[in-house]
């Protein structure tokens, strides 16, 4: 049974919040088809909750995302994941998404002291003159404090929240098994992909609990545009920074979402949102890094129109190759070109079964569509939005680092026209498109990517006698299998399993109680309680048999 470990005691205490939060928000029909209810049964722990009035009225995206909240932080954190993919669902799921800020009731700064003493190695009175006890933010998995140096100078300190990890393992193998059950089950569900959303939500979530990994994402971001005099990256002491506490330069700025004070300040708001775009541009298309969520929360405006991006704690990584193909498919959008838009999409998605010619088709429609327009005229978030509702429709998913990517641009799209509503990315990227294809087709560009193709063919002929050997190799010792995997024949075979083995306990009790009725006629032998023995215990055997298949049979629901 796919939920036997949800026996273990650990866990327990957690599948029944999980399940209360989903039947109370109207997904009881999902708790039970996932079996939480009878793992809770089966613990002793009868459910009995209702679904409130006060939901009913709420739709399904708003009820997905009010459960998530009341769900805690890992389920807060996965909500922002899935706010990521734009390629899996609708812009109305997008919206409720995003709106799972990462904000939660601020611990006191008692219940913090301790370990944020045991992680300094000594009394938060050695390292700092002052520590402010209420938080700047506080956040699902760490809050801010405010603190001042010995020799003065302002920092922050980023504090993970005590007893989280433990919290989090729980949820991570509560969802795994929840991943497995909805992807063999049901196919509605199946087309969002849980597993691979799981995968991805393990890893972004596992790098935010090293709060270190997000000062060394800092670090590598401020490396790459040390060249950017108007871009700012908060500054990290690595001496009193671990996995469960960062300290970092506190940045003295106006907050991006605070445009009153951008204009009381003098600050002008077009150079802001060029500066905002060109850094992150760069961080995308030349470096391969970049910030995954750069909206106005995570900006800090400074005086002379410069900017300080902060909260590295989500990044994208992109290859030299997958760089490539996000220039060509821009280039190819911006240009009118969909073959070689489709071509791209084609080799991106997983999904073997796809219609090439109609996907093909419904692209060029695609493209033709904002053809008519000038540059000016086109809007980066409408033309991803539609592109991406394609995908959807041919059930198409994006990899997850170009999920990343899409949203990042999207996002980018709104702080610029936050800042200035007439900004237009793709006008602003254009030309950086463009000098990227033009040094992609420069002689010493094509003699590089020329040289390391031949390397590449090289090192396969090379190696072609030696594969092939190995090959005839296994073959003569027959270790060459062909696997057919066959969607969904385990659960049938599951079924088969179990209809036999109730079949054999219903023949072998007939069997008991048939011989044991022959038994009782014969006289002489050994007796129990005035009855032949083997008759009386015969009877009991079939008594035995023929309860627990009846009990099999209910439990089974069938």
């Not at 497995?180 to 089950?185: F, V």
């Amino acid at each position: 049974m796919l939920w036997e470990v949800l026996n273990a005691a650990r866990d327990l205490g957690r599948v029944h919040d999980i399940a209360s939060v989903l039947i109370r928000y109207g997904f009881g029909s999902f708790v039970r088809g996932l079996g939480m209810g009878k793992a809770l049964e089966r613990a002793g722990r009868a459910l009995h909750w209702q679904q409130t009035e006060e939901y009913i009225k709420l739709d399904t995206p708003q009820r997905i995302r009010r459960a998530l909240e009341d769900l805690g932080p890992t389920f807060i954190k996965l909500g922002q994941i899935l706010a990521t993919r734009v390629d899996l669902f609708p812009p109305q799921y997008i919206a409720e998404f995003e709106k799972l800020q990462d904000q939660a009731p601020p611990v006191p700064f008692e219940e913090l002291l301790s370990q944020l003493e045991d992680d300094l190695g000594g009394s938060i009175d050695e390292f700092f003159s002052e520590v402010e006890r209420q938080p700047l933010a506080a956040a699902s998995i760490a809050q801010v404090h405010k603190a001042i140096l010995k020799d003065g100078t302002p920092v922050i300190l980023k504090i993970r929240r005590p007893g989280l990890r433990k919290i989090i393992e729980a949820d991570l193998r509560l969802l795994q098994r929840i991943a497995d059950i909805a992807e063999s089950e049901s196919p509605d569900i199946r087309r969002f992909h849980p597993k691979e959303i799981l995968r991805q939500f393990n890893q972004s979530l596992r790098r935010e609990l090293d709060l270190a990994g997000e000062c060394r994402n800092a670090e590598r971001v401020a490396a790459n545009l040390a060249t950017d005099p108007n871009i700012k990256i908060p500054n990290v002491y690595w001496q009193w920074t671990g996995e469960r506490l960062n300290v970092q330069e506190y940045i003295q700025g106006i907050q991006g979402r605070d445009l009153a004070s951008v204009d009381k300040a003098g600050l002008d708001r077009k150079i802001l949102a060029d500066r905002g775009t060109r850094a992150v541009i760069q961080m995308i298309m030349e470096d391969g890094f970049f910030h995954a969520d750069p909206h106005a929360g995570n900006v800090f405006y400074l005086p002379d129109n410069k900017l300080a991006f902060i909260d590295f704690g989500m990044v994208g990584r992109l290859t030299e190759e997958r760089r490539e193909q996000v220039v060509s498919l821009l280039y190819g959008m911006i240009n009118h070109l969909p073959t070689k838009v489709a071509e791209i999409l084609e080799d991106w998605s997983d999904n073997i079964y796809t219609d090439e010619q109609v996907l093909t088709i419904e692209i060029e429609a695609f493209v033709d569509q904002y053809s008519s327009l000038a540059l000016k005229d086109l809007s980066l978030t409408s033309m991803m939005s539609d592109l991406m509702a394609l995908l959807r429709d041919h059930n198409l998913m994006l990899p997850a680092d170009l999920a990343l990517l899409v949203k990042a641009y999207i996002t980018l799209d709104g702080l610029g026209r936050h800042l200035n509503p007439d900004f237009n990315t793709l006008v602003f990227a254009s030309p950086y498109i463009q000098k990227i294809m033009m040094e992609r087709y420069k002689p010493e560009a094509i003699a590089k990517r020329g040289w390391r193709n031949l390397i590449s063919v090289a090192d396969l002929l090379s190696s072609f006698p030696k594969d092939l050997r190995k090959l005839l190799r296994a073959s003569r010792k027959g270790a060459i299998q062909v696997d057919i995997t066959v969607r969904r024949l385990d659960h049938y075979v599951h079924s088969i399993d179990n209809a036999i083995s109730r079949l054999t306990m219903g023949i072998v009790t007939a069997a008991l109680i048939i011989g044991s009725s022959i038994i009782m006629t014969v006289t002489g032998g050994p007796e129990l309680l005035g009855l032949p023995a083997f008759g009386f215990l015969g009877y009991m055997f079939a008594t035995i048999g023929g309860i627990w298949l009846l009990l099999s049979i209910w439990k089974s629901g069938q």
